[in-house]
Antibody
Framework: QVQHVQSGAEVKGPGASVKVSCKASGYIFTNYAIHWVRQAPGQRLEWMGWITGGNGDTTYSQKFQGRVSMTRDTSAGTAYMELRSLASEDTAVYYC?????????WGQGTLVTVSS | DIVLTQTPLSLSVTPGQAASISCKSGQSLLHSDGETQLSWYLQKPGQPPQLLIFGVSNRFSGVPDRFSVSGSGTDFTLKISRVEAEDVAVYYCMQSLHVPFTFGQGTRLEI
């Protein structure tokens, strides 16, 4: 079955970077884009951007432009999201999800805590 | 950014009763290809969101037909015809017509 397994929780200091992975299985990885969405405590879901499956083109929310990079390793069936210059407001659960008519089959989420 | 406004923010329903959640968009969500770029999700406590319905009328695999969406353009309604205990969750609408994709603020369904 379609599944996305994300990397474990991270604790980072202000100004640091974090890289979250999302390993896909159960479908042809290169046929679908992967979206990244985050959820800060008590807040609504926030879309960060996506990376296409075929050629790896990326589209980012302007809010994160210049601070986020989404990449993928097709041989490993894994997508990555790196967020730089972390601040306390970046404390959130980060999710990946497969595109395909809505955001399907979300990963379990990765808690990133930014604290000094 | 397209703003999505959900009402109510919380809803308490007796099992077996119907429930409705409204999602209003600041702009039409109708794509030039004729598809409406709106989808609905539920998020149970401690779990990631799950896709319910996309493109207004397309239920995702395994979603019971108790869930349906009506509306067009800027106004949409998610209806649960007979609420069950397992439906306790926060429900979100999301637009994917314009970048950045945006979500409503969520509606908490309680029983």
């Amino acid at each position: 079955q379609v599944q996305h397994v994300q990397s474990g929780a991270e604790v980072k200091g202000p100004g640091a970077s974090v890289k979250v992975s999302c390993k896909a299985s159960g479908y042809i990885f290169t046929n679908y884009a992967i979206h990244w969405v985050r959820q800060a405590p008590g807040q609504r879901l926030e879309w960060m951007g996506w990376i296409t499956g075929g050629n790896g083109d990326t589209t980012y929310s302007q809010k994160f432009q210049g601070r986020v990079s989404m990449t993928r390793d097709t041989s490993a069936g894994t997508a990555y999201m790196e967020l730089r210059s972390l601040a306390s407001e970046d404390t959130a659960v980060y999710y990946c999800a497969k595109d395909g008519g809505g955001l399907q089959s979300w990963g379990q989420g990765t808690l990133v805590t930014v604290s000094s | 950014d397209i703003v999505l406004t959900q009402t109510p923010l919380s809803l308490s329903v007796t099992p077996g009763q119907a429930a409705s959640i409204s999602c209003k968009s600041g702009q039409s969500l109708l794509h030039s290809d004729g598809e409406t770029q709106l989808s609905w999700y539920l998020q149970k406590p401690g779990q990631p969101p799950q896709l319910l319905i996309f493109g207004v009328s397309n239920r995702f695999s395994g979603v019971p037909d108790r869930f349906s969406v009506s509306g067009s353009g800027t106004d949409f309604t998610l209806k649960i015809s007979r609420v069950e205990a397992e439906d306790v969750a926060v429900y979100y609408c999301m637009q994917s017509l314009h970048v950045p994709f945006t979500f409503g603020q969520g509606t908490r369904l309680e029983i």
